[in-house]
């Protein structure tokens, strides 16, 4: 099965500064990797994803990259602000209907990012 | 987006006890919900796949006869703690895809449970 590997496990930065968090995936049918944001207590929420056919996404302060070939990919948050201080897990999911998948998602361990004021 | 309801929000119950967590979509059809469990400062485990009308598949190392899940609805899936233990105290979240957005899955806000 898929196992999807995360780091850091905690990231602390200064407010202003960037922060980046990678993933790797072991299973190279996957072509779906989302991103949640997960503040204490609270639900994961989806914050970008990213889909195999392209390279890169783009949304405001944060974007996600994504390389097939090394099967990694990796979220950036710029101007990083207090209220990005979350919990913040990877996954990666196979296509619909191939080798049992039915769009479950396969989650890394999680990156408690801090951001100092 | 979607909206995910669960209810309840948090259950405290007594050792051997049973409790049903409630998991609805409220502005789309769910053909499939997943049910979750995430222990303090862990990741999301995915317990079970639930599709509407036929049997939930369960992951690997969950007792199905402990975890039942009903999925009657396309907006309404049920997961049932039997006989509930101390080690079962958990924070359960649901959450299902929408088809409209490419299978996108969205979470319900999750029941903390604690089992004295």
């Known amino acids: 099965g898929e196992n999807v590997e995360q780091h850091p496990s905690t990231l602390s930065v200064q407010e202003g500064d960037s922060a980046v968090i990678k993933c790797t995936y072991s299973?190279?049918?996957?072509?779906?990797f989302p991103w949640y944001k997960q503040e204490l207590g609270k639900r994961p929420q989806l914050i970008i994803d990213?889909?195999?056919?392209?390279g890169e996404k783009k949304d405001q302060r944060i974007a996600v990259t994504l390389n097939k070939t090394a099967k990694h990919f990796s979220l950036h948050i710029t101007e990083t602000q207090p209220e990005d201080s979350a919990v913040y897990f990877c996954?990666?999911?196979?296509?619909?209907?191939?080798?049992?998948?039915?769009?479950?998602?396969?989650f890394g361990k999680g990156t408690l990012l801090t951001v100092n004021p | 987006g979607a909206v995910v309801s669960q209810h309840p929000s948090w259950v405290i119950c007594k050792s051997g006890t049973s409790v049903k967590i409630e998991c609805r979509s409220l502005d789309f059809q769910a053909t499939t919900m997943f049910w979750y469990r995430q222990f303090p400062k862990q990741s999301l485990m995915l317990m079970a796949t639930?599709?509407?009308?036929?049997?939930?598949?369960?992951e690997q190392g969950v007792e199905k006869d402990k975890f039942l899940i009903n999925h009657a609805s396309l907006t309404l899936s049920t997961l049932t703690v039997t006989s509930a233990h101390p080690e079962d105290s958990s924070f359960y979240i649901c959450s299902e895809t929408n088809s409209a957005e490419g299978k996108t899955q969205y979470f319900g806000p999750g029941t903390r449970l604690l089992v004295l």
């Open positions: 990213i889909r195999s056919n392209v």
């Open positions: 639930s599709n509407e009308g036929s049997k939930a598949t369960y």
């Open positions: 299973d190279s049918a996957s072509n779906y």
């Open positions: 996954a990666a999911r196979r296509p619909a209907n191939s080798g049992g998948s039915n769009y479950k998602l396969t």
